[in-house]
């Protein structure tokens, strides 16, 4: 008999990470399955992605995908914080410095909001600009729930260099 809760997921996914952390804090057991996506020539690339995936989110093609007794629940539209650090890793020179402001905003907005409240980068100077977030991030990452869900940050670093290079931007 197949799990009623099943996540279709890819370990470097931070929109993976974030569904792993909610069902670990909501103690739901579920069933992970890998969609491995390394071998895709472009973003668009069909490939790699399961029959499942497919079948479970036909728009949008994407991870995560939640799935509970054999029918999708959600799917992560990609939002502006993401959209702007990916463009922070793509873009080149003063391409990339506008696109590290644009996050610098998104993120000060972010920070605002958050305040001091509790649970639910270093590279660009994250901390310095942004310090009640980080913050928060330092008290995220005492969490149980954060540190199992979370893959080893070694790990991510070297799969986004091994990505910038294979996608030419690195």
């Known amino acids: 008999m197949p799990k009623e809760v099943v996540l279709l997921d890819f370990w470097p996914s931070p929109f993976g990470m974030r569904v792993r952390i909610v ?7 579920y069933e992970y399955k890998e969609e491995d996506l390394r071998n895709k020539s472009s973003l668009k690339d069909l490939r790699n992605k399961s029959p499942l995936l497919l079948k479970m989110n036909p728009v949008h093609k994407r991870i995560p995908v939640l799935i509970h007794n054999g029918k999708p629940v959600t799917e992560h539209c990609s939002g502006t914080i993401y ?3 990916k463009k922070v890793w793509q873009a080149k020179g003063e391409e990339q410095e506008e696109a590290k402001k644009k996050l610098m905003g998104h993120l000060k907005l972010l920070e605002g909001e958050l305040g001091d409240k509790g649970f639910v980068g270093e590279r660009f100077g994250i901390e310095a600009e942004c310090p009640k977030l980080m913050a928060w991030v330092k008290r995220c990452m005492q969490r149980k729930s954060v540190t199992k869900s979370l893959p080893d940050h070694h790990k991510v670093y070297d799969f986004v260099l091994q990505m910038k290079k294979k996608l030419g931007i690195g």
């Open 23 to 29: 069902l670990a804090e909501k103690g739901i057991k």
């Open 83 to 85: 959209e702007s650090g």
